[in-house]
């Protein structure tokens, strides 16, 4: 069992992964943005982070930043359903901070899964 932590302000789409996460056998944490993320990271020490791009307080990109400066071993997932800029853009740019995989909102739940085995080396 691996641990992830969710990172997402939209509470129906933490809520809907995190529950198909635990159903996967995954232990999994939620953070409703990148301050609370990166607290928990330090705390927690997750096997795995997911996290949305736009977000308040911190958003995705500075996570990222601030991740790959602390903990540049830990696989990140950004997700991003757009909003002021292109989804694209916004992964494109997660992408280049060195995220392991990127996703688009809205997602099929079972992709998104076999996208985590990946990240987690299965």
Known sequence: MSRILMVDDDRSVSGSVSRALARAGHDVLLAADGKEGLRMVRVARPDLVVTDVLMPEMDGVELIIALRKEAPELPVIAVSGGGRLPKELM????????????????????????????????
């Open 91 to 122: 992964l494109d740019t997660a992408s280049a901070l060195g995220v392991v995989y990127t996703v688009e909102k809205p997602f099929d739940l079972e992709h998104f899964l076999a996208v985590v085995d990946q990240a987690l080396g299965g």
